[in-house]
Nanobody, 111 residues
Framework: QVQLVESGGGLVQPGGSLRLSCVAT????????ATWYRQAPGKERGMVAQ???????NYPDSVKGRFTISLDSAKNTVFLQMNSVKPEDTAVYYC?????WGKGTLVTVSP
């Protein structure tokens, strides 16, 4: 059974930075791709960053140039570096690897 555990969320001021982590545990497997999603109150869950083990990454325009996804395959860990955050980045952030989801970590951007 695979488990994904996100961490690193919290309260940050506009313009600040946060680094989210997602650790995959429970089974021996290699990560071929991973995706970060977010869901703000009253809104649908949407993709914010995707990475493949080839190194290819994909971002929506709303976060491009501010967020960076990275993968440490040896540690089965995916990171999301969030820079220049805005109040509209406030949401619960989830990672997805294969068919598995984490429970999310809350990011609040507020003065």
């Amino acid at each position: 059974q695979v488990q994904l555990v996100e961490s690193g969320g919290g309260l940050v001021q506009p313009g600040g930075s946060l680094r989210l982590s997602c650790v995959a545990t429970g089974s021996m497997f290699s990560i071929s791709s991973a995706t970060w999603y977010r869901q703000a109150p009253g809104k649908e869950r949407g993709m914010v960053a995707q990475i493949f083990n080839s190194g290819y990454t994909n971002y929506p325009d709303s976060v491009k140039g501010r967020f960076t996804i990275s993968l440490d395959s040896a540690k089965n860990t995916v990171f999301l570096q969030m820079n220049s955050v805005k109040p509209e980045d406030t949401a619960v952030y989830y990672c997805k690897i294969g068919g598995y989801w984490g429970k999310g970590t809350l990011v609040t951007v507020s003065p």
